[in-house]
C-alpha cells in the first residue's frame, strides 16, 4: 500500500518523525490529540497491521459470526462450512448498508435491509432481487461483493488485516511468541473463551490504553490500582502492610512494537487482583506444573506473575488474569474497549469460575482495578484541550539503554519490570508504520 | 433453567397492599438518599449476607431469533458468562474498602449523583419475609468539572424484611442497564 497516497494531509513525513524519539525517550503529545494524525494512522496503522478481533472459540460452528471492527470498518468474521475463517466488510456494495446487525449469531446468509441484495456466508454476493428487470444480468456478482480481509490465527486468537503485503501474523507477531504463550499455550486443550463481550466507549486515545498494557507496570507499581489492591486485601490486612513487587523485566519485541513486562516469583499484585485460588493455579498447582513442562520452563510456565501485554497496535491482555480487549479507535478522543475472558479449557470447573467472578471483579468496567484506568485516560485527554497541553514533550525514559539481548532466563530485549522500553518500542514502531510506505523498508 | 426475570409474571401481577407499596416506595427514596448523599457504609449495611448484586451485558439481537430474553438466544449474559457485576458480600465489601480508600481515583472526588427510583411493582416473595420488586431507574452522574453519565434501567431486588431503622434489607439485586456499550469511562457507581 502506498501511503503517500494521502498526500492532502497537513503532516508531513519529516514533520511526523520529530514526534518521536526513541533514542532519547520522548514523545510529542500531538499524537494523541491531533484529527490530521488520526486520519492518517486508520490508513497507515489500521488498515495494515494485524487486528485482534476474536477467539476460534466465539465462532465454533459453520455459520457463526461476530460483527466487530478493524479500526473503524465493521466486518464479519464467520466461520465456514469447512472450518475455515472468513472476514469481510460488513457493508454492502450497493449503498452502504451493513449486511448484519447481530452483535454475534449464525447465520445462513448476510441479507441486506436496504433492497435486499443476499451474500452467501463467506461474503459472495449471490443474489439480487429483481436482477433480471433491475440489471438485465449484467452485475457481475463477485466483483459487487464486500472487500475482503485475510486472517490468521495463532493459539486461538484471530487477527485480521486489510493489507496483502503485509508480513504473515506469525513474522508480524515477531519474538514475542513465548510471552503470548504464557497466556495461550498452557495446556494441549489450549483456551477457551468465557461467554460474553464487554464493550464500553471512553473519551481516551488508543494508545494511551495500548501503550499502558505494552509497557507501563510503573502504573501499578506506585500509584493508579492502590485502592484496587486494597478492595481485595484479607479483612484486617492494610495497605500498609504489603509489598508492592519490584522484582521482573519487560520485554520489547525486536520488531513490531509489541511488548510485556511481568514480576518474577513475586505473587502479590497477581494475588490482590485474582485472589489465592487463581494465584496457586497459575504458580503452583499441578496444572501449572504441567504448564511449565510444555513449555519446556517453569519460569514461562509458573514464575512470571502480573504479566501485561500488547500485541501493537490494540491487542491486550493480562497472562494470569486473562482478560483481553482489543482497544478500537474511535477518533482521536475516544477508544470502544471491547473484553473478554479466556481460560484454559482443561481448567476444572470452579477455575474457571473464579477467573470470571475475579475478572468481573476486578478487570471490567465496574472492576476494581478498571475503574481507576479510564480515570487517568480521560483526565488526560481531557488536558490536551489546551493549546499548550496538546503539544508538551512527553517523558519516556525509564531503563534507556538499560536493557540486554543476553539475559539468562528471557529471550529478546529485556529491560527491567519498571523500563519503558517496550513503550519506546511501541512508539518506535507506530511511527514506522506512520512514514515508510513500503514493506520493503518495514518488513520484519 | 429459567429466564432470568419473569417479566409476565409481573405484569399480571394484583396490585400490592396500598400501605405495603407506600412502606417499599419510601424504602427505595431513602435508599437513594444514602446513595446521593455517599453514605457509603450505610448504604452497603443495607446488603444481607447473602446478597447477589447482578448486572449482566446486554448483547444486539436481532428478533428473528424468537423472544429476544428467551432461553436460547438470550439478550442478557447468563449466569456462567461475563457481567459487569456478579457480587457477594465478600466482594461487595471489598469495593466498599475501595470506596474508602484516600486512592480511590475514579470516585475521589466523589461524583454527584441523583438516583430516581419509579414503576415500583411488588410480587409475592419466595420466603415468608421477603419481597421481590421490579422497579425503573434514572441515574444521572455528574463528575468533576463537565462529565455528564445518565443511566437508566430496571431493577429486580428480593427485599428481606429487617430491624433495621430502614425497615428491609437487600438479598438480591438484579440490574438491567439500558446500555449495551457502556457509554461512560466506568461503573464506579451503584444502582
Not at chain 2, 415468608?128 to 434501567?153: K, M
Amino acid at each position: 500500500m502506498n501511503t503517500e497516497a494521502n498526500s492532502n494531509s497537513t503532516w508531513s513525513n519529516d514533520d511526523i518523525k520529530k514526534l518521536v524519539s526513541d533514542e532519547n525517550g520522548t514523545l510529542d503529545a500531538r499524537i494523541y490529540n491531533d484529527e490530521a494524525l488520526y486520519e492518517l494512522e486508520l490508513e497507515r496503522v489500521f488498515a495494515r497491521s494485524w487486528i485482534l478481533l476474536g477467539h476460534e472459540d466465539h465462532i465454533p460452528n459453520a455459520g457463526d459470526f461476530l460483527n466487530t471492527y478493524m479500526g473503524e470498518d465493521p466486518v464479519l468474521l464467520v466461520r465456514q462450512k469447512d472450518a475455515s475463517l472468513r472476514v469481510f466488510l460488513n457493508q454492502c456494495r450497493h449503498r452502504g448498508m451493513k449486511l448484519s446487525r447481530d452483535d454475534s449469531g449464525n447465520a445462513k446468509a448476510f441479507v441486506c435491509t436496504y433492497h435486499g441484495w443476499a451474500h452467501d456466508i463467506s461474503g459472495e454476493l449471490i443474489d439480487v432481487p429483481f436482477e433480471e428487470q433491475a440489471h438485465c444480468d449484467r452485475l457481475d456478482k463477485h466483483e459487487w461483493s464486500p472487500l475482503q480481509a485475510r486472517v490468521a490465527t495463532y493459539r486461538g486468537l484471530i487477527f485480521a488485516n486489510w493489507d496483502e503485503e503485509a508480513p504473515s501474523l506469525d513474522e508480524y507477531l515477531s519474538d514475542s511468541k513465548p510471552y503470548i504463550d504464557v497466556m495461550f499455550n498452557r495446556s494441549e486443550a489450549g483456551t477457551e473463551v468465557i461467554g460474553g463481550m464487554q464493550k464500553s466507549i471512553i473519551p481516551a486515545n488508543w494508545k494511551l490504553a495500548a501503550e499502558q498494557f505494552c509497557s507501563d507496570m510503573y502504573h501499578a507499581g506506585t500509584m493508579s490500582h492502590l485502592s484496587g489492591v486494597e478492595a481485595g486485601l484479607p479483612e484486617g490486612v492494610a495497605l500498609n502492610d504489603i509489598e508492592i513487587p519490584n522484582e521482573g523485566n519487560q520485554f520489547r519485541a525486536k520488531w513490531g512494537g509489541h511488548g510485556t513486562g511481568y514480576f518474577v516469583d513475586q505473587p502479590g499484585l497477581l494475588q490482590a487482583i485474582m485472589g489465592p485460588i487463581v494465584t496457586d493455579y497459575v504458580t503452583t498447582s499441578p496444572q501449572a506444573e504441567a504448564a511449565s513442562k510444555r513449555m519446556g520452563s517453569s519460569m514461562f510456565g509458573q514464575r512470571m506473575m502480573g504479566q501485561h501485554m500488547t500485541i501493537f497496535p490494540t491487542c491486550s491482555f493480562l497472562p494470569g488474569i486473562n482478560t483481553i480487549r482489543t482497544w478500537h479507535p474511535r477518533g482521536p478522543n475516544a477508544i470502544e474497549i471491547w473484553t473478554f475472558i479466556v481460560v484454559d479449557a482443561d481448567a476444572p470447573e470452579h477455575i474457571k469460575e473464579e477467573f470470571r467472578k475475579q475478572n468481573i471483579r476486578t478487570f471490567s468496567t465496574g472492576g476494581v482495578f478498571e475503574q481507576d484506568d479510564g480515570e487517568n485516560w480521560i483526565e488526560v485527554q481531557k488536558v490536551f484541550r489546551g493549546n499548550k497541553a496538546r503539544k508538551t514533550k512527553f517523558n519516556v525514559q525509564m531503563g534507556l539503554g538499560d536493557s540486554t539481548t543476553e539475559h539468562p532466563d528471557f529471550s529478546g530485549r529485556i529491560g527491567g519490570v519498571y523500563s519503558e522500553d517496550a513503550a519506546r518500542g511501541f512508539y518506535q514502531h507506530w511511527l514506522r508504520m506512520m512514514t515508510e510506505p513500503s514493506w520493503d523498508t518495514l518488513k520484519p | 433453567m429459567a429466564s432470568l426475570i419473569d417479566i409476565d409474571n409481573i405484569i399480571s401481577s394484583p396490585a400490592a397492599d396500598l400501605a405495603l407499596q407506600h412502606e417499599v416506595q419510601q424504602f427505595y427514596y431513602r435508599e437513594a438518599l444514602l446513595l446521593d448523599n455517599i453514605k457509603y457504609e450505610d448504604w452497603f449495611a443495607l446488603l444481607d449476607d447473602d446478597i447477589h448484586y447482578y448486572m449482566p451485558i446486554r448483547r444486539n439481537r436481532m428478533q428473528r431469533y424468537g423472544k429476544v430474553r428467551s432461553n436460547d438466544l438470550p439478550e442478557y449474559t447468563n449466569k456462567h458468562e461475563f457481567a459487569h457485576f456478579d457480587d457477594d458480600k465478600t466482594t461487595m465489601n471489598g469495593r466498599l474498602r475501595k470506596l474508602l480508600s484516600d486512592y480511590s481515583w475514579s470516585e475521589n472526588p466523589a461524583s454527584r449523583t441523583r438516583h430516581t427510583v419509579s414503576n415500583v411493582i411488588i410480587t409475592e416473595g419466595e420466603e415468608d419475609n421477603t419481597l421481590n420488586v421490579c422497579s425503573s431507574f434514572i441515574v444521572y452522574r455528574n463528575r468533576l468539572e463537565t462529565q455528564v453519565d445518565l443511566f437508566a434501567g430496571e431493577r429486580h431486588d428480593v427485599l428481606r424484611r429487617s430491624d433495621n431503622a430502614l425497615g428491609f434489607k437487600i438479598a438480591k439485586r438484579t440490574v438491567l442497564l439500558d446500555q449495551s456499550t457502556i457509554l461512560s469511562n466506568n461503573i464506579s457507581i451503584f444502582f
